[in-house]
């Protein structure tokens, strides 16, 4: 239930203000028809009281009841019977009060069709405005709800994708660990450590947050160690940072699933030594990373498309900073290379 | 007993050299680091066993067995993969999800021994069901005069039963492969590739139109000139395929 516009601060004095300029203006036109002065207060006094409660019977009954359908219609209906109640009740009472008195009586009974119409004026008006009020708050809250939920799936979304941290890669580590564990336990142990630490970076990191190019190096450099543990007869790779950029920001974990498909397709994409490179410079009012990989036009598993590692990156992208073109890939001589652009802004956080 | 170990981590196969030096009437023959080397030491040594493993540069495990007509007995080994897990209970010796303790590997050659015989067979219904299983291919590797060609579907005109073989027509000729029309019809995506007769597999983008031949038959007529024979089924299929 949304709260009448009547509890905004200050609008309660407006609204009694409003009537008591109405009772001011009715109780000198009353005095110029030639009746005493009390007629005329008691008069527009109950007149606009009575008009006013009506009002805000009207503002209440909105508060618990909107009508969806034909809302005019039913703005229109009450103001009438509204209205007609009013100049009832009023004449009646004042009948009672002033019965004596003639020329105040044959005033009020000439006067009752141009009450009714200024009654029905004023509910109306009051009520379209409440029904104006209502409807936009109801609008509002609908909206708020619906960005609710919108956030609820993104966040579920981002959750999802930084998830995607590939099992294959802790089973084959693991693997990798316990043929070292006999023959070489020190190195065993050191992979252990390195393994632990970049799955302690990969869980306590918040998949909207930036962080600093220096930070997500920092990450990338243990997965590039263990790769290296795994793969280091055929891998290596090429980190050149341009020294500004590192304290740039990029969102977490975008850059090692970045390099991780890189790797994943240099791998298994052709035979024999395999180098990845990781070039990151500032272009403009953004960060530029580009991760290149060797790869076979021909037989590419992918057959030239992104794969899914990359169609992750570019969701993510698109999730944080509302852009579709952030990521762009090219393919000629057998390099494949990924570029990630990233925009830098000021806050740690976006939404 | 001569065993192979494929698998293009050297760690990996340390693992499994450390864990047969228990079984000494297990010799290795050989190491090898890629599908390529596993086509070759196969012909070479005719192992009785190999240890495989899936993922491997250019082409995978299941597409190096696909290469060799009498696939020797396989233990898989690999990280979790999901999809393959039941053709490997069905067909497979068995399979080692790494990592893998010692326990659990002797269990393995233990099952090998034990079903030595009939393993091998095995192994061509392995390589089927793990084809239906893991769905559509985007390639088809073959293997002429001992080179292993990879053909993207793309450049693959159409296909024609041969006995027990299959012709795969390509703008460089034909590639013979061991292996079913009925596994191609499976396998190959449904969208691209129709079965439009017994013993046709057609590519859809090849077609440049279709006559109508005998009864409620057709031709399809390729961009190459070639015509293929459309059965009435097959027509029904095309029909639905090109939305016509």
Redesign the interface.
Known sequence: MSKSFLSNKGVPFIFAGWWLVWTFLQWNILLKFGISETEAIVDSYLSNIFLGLSCLLIINNMRYYLPKKEKYWYVLTVSLVLSFVWVIVLKLLLGIIFKNDTAYLNILSQSTTLRFGFGFLMIGCISTVSLLWFTQQDFIQTENQKRAVEQLAKDAELFKLRQQLHPHFLFNSLNSISALIVSQPEKARHMVQQLSDFLRGTLKKEEHVLNSLNEELQHLQLYLDIEKVRFGHRLNTVIQVEESARLLQVPALLLQPAVENAIKFGLYDVIGAVTITIHATIQGNSLQIEITNPFDEHTSQTAGGTGFGLASIKRRLFLIFGRADLLTTTAHNHIFTATILIPQKNESTYY | MKALIID?????R??IK?YLTQHPGIEIIQEC??G?EGVKAIMQHQPDLIFLDI????INGFEMLELIEQPPAVIFTT??EEYAIKAFEAHAVDYL????GKERFDKAIQKWMETKEKSANNTRQLIDAVVASTGQQ??IVVRENGKIK?I?LADIHYLEAADDYVKIYTTEGYFLKNKTMSSFENSLPKDLFVRTHRSFIVNIQMITRLDPYEKETYLAVLSTGKKIPVSKTGYLKLKEVLGI
Do not use: Y
């Open positions: 293009d981590e050297p760690l990996a340390s693992i450390e680091n890629d390529f993922q491997m540069p250019k990280a979790f999800l790494k990592p893998f985007n390639r990879i993207p």
